[in-house]
T-cell receptor, first 112, second 115 residues
């Protein structure tokens, strides 16, 4: 079963606007990660936020984590056409946290 | 880009035939993973390895086997392929440390079609 679920499933915005994607999960976690996938390619790691962190920034990316609500959000500011991709959250799972469980992803389209 | 090579990149085969996919890494990372990606299901873990000859099952392991005889190679085998195994298969690697603290690095996938 999926640990993380992204919302919305698809998002289409104009270039320059901000894009917000949400992720909800079910069980306690140590960390949550966000990945990007361009069409026809593998996933690329974007950012990791630990369970004791509430917010983290990386360039135009801002990730928040609310462990009380078991949710995270990814904000991309000043979007560009090159940001068009699918975005996935992933949470650690299982004993020893050797595995990640991925959500189904949000398909983001940036219109020029 | 992390040194991960998946082969073949595309394969079409018939139901009932054996299929082996290869993942090769040049990073000397301890952990290697096989996922499948299907519309509506996201990325699901098939098997993973935490060292040479050390493997464990993931969420959707039925019908798949794996082997890791060298640090750099992780093989995924479909003993008798079925149409339900048509999918895009991704290999990922991760350095040592608690799983949640280390990002995974992905190959570009193998698109497998079983007719």
């Amino acid at each position: 079963s999926q640990q993380g679920e992204e919302d919305p499933q698809a998002l289409s915005i104009q270039e320059g606007e901000n894009a917000t994607m949400n992720c909800s999960y079910k069980t306690s976690i140590n960390n949550l990660q966000w990945y990007r996938q361009n069409s026809g390619r593998g996933l690329v790691h974007l950012i990791l936020i630990r369970s004791n962190e509430r917010e983290k920034h990386s360039g135009r990316l801002r990730v928040t984590l609310d462990t009380s609500k078991k949710s995270s959000s990814l904000l991309i500011t000043a979007s560009r056409a090159a940001d068009t991709a699918s975005y996935f959250c992933a949470t650690d799972a299982g004993e020893g946290a050797q595995k990640l469980v991925f959500g189904q992803g949000t398909r983001l389209t940036i219109n020029p | 880009d992390a040194g991960i090579t998946q082969s073949p990149r595309h394969k079409v085969t018939e139901t009932g035939t054996p299929v082996t996919l290869r993942c090769h890494q040049t990073e000397n990372h301890r952990y290697m993973y096989w996922y499948r990606q299907d519309p509506g299901h996201g990325l699901r873990l098939i098997h993973y390895s935490y060292g040479v000859k050390d493997t464990d099952k993931g969420e959707v392991s039925d019908g798949y086997s794996v082997s890791r005889s060298k640090t750099e190679d992780f093989l995924l085998t479909l003993e008798s392929a079925t149409s339900s195994q048509t999918s895009v298969y991704f290999c990922a690697i991760r350095d040592s440390g608690p799983g949640g603290n280390q990002p995974q690095h992905f190959g570009d996938g193998t698109r497998l079609s079983i007719l």
